[in-house]
C-alpha cells in the first residue's frame, strides 16, 4: 500500500510521430509543445485580411474545400442507421405511453 505523503513514480509523457523512432527528438518536441501556437486554416489567411459579406463567404468556400465529404456508400449507411435507431425509439415511446396509460387507467379505475 502507497504511504500518504510520499509522491509515487513521475510518469513522462512523450509524443510519438509514425516517423519519430528515436528519442533524440524528445526535447525538441517538448519546446515546440510548449510554446503557444497559433493555429491558422488557409481559409484564414486568404479571406481573414477582407471584411464584410464578401470575406465570409470566401471564408466559407474555402473551407467546403477542406471537408472530407463521405462517399455515396457510406452516406447510404449512415441514413440507414439514422433511421433504423429512430424507428426503434418511436417504438419504444409508443410503448412506454401505452404502458403508462393502462397503468394509470388501473390505478384511476
Known sequence: MAQKGKASSKTTVRRIKA??????????V?????KPTKITTKASKKSGEKG??????????EELKLVRWPT?????????AVLIF???FVVLILLL????NWGFNQILK
Open 72 to 80: 455515396r456508400s457510406a452516406a447510404w449507411a449512415m441514413t440507414a
Open 86 to 88: 429512430t424507428f426503434a
Open 52 to 61: 464584410g459579406l464578401i470575406g465570409y463567404f470566401k471564408g466559407a468556400w
Open 30 to 34: 517538448a519546446k515546440k509543445f510548449n
Open 97 to 100: 405511453d401505452a404502458a403508462f
Open 19 to 28: 516517423t519519430d523512432d528515436a528519442p533524440k527528438k524528445e526535447k525538441a
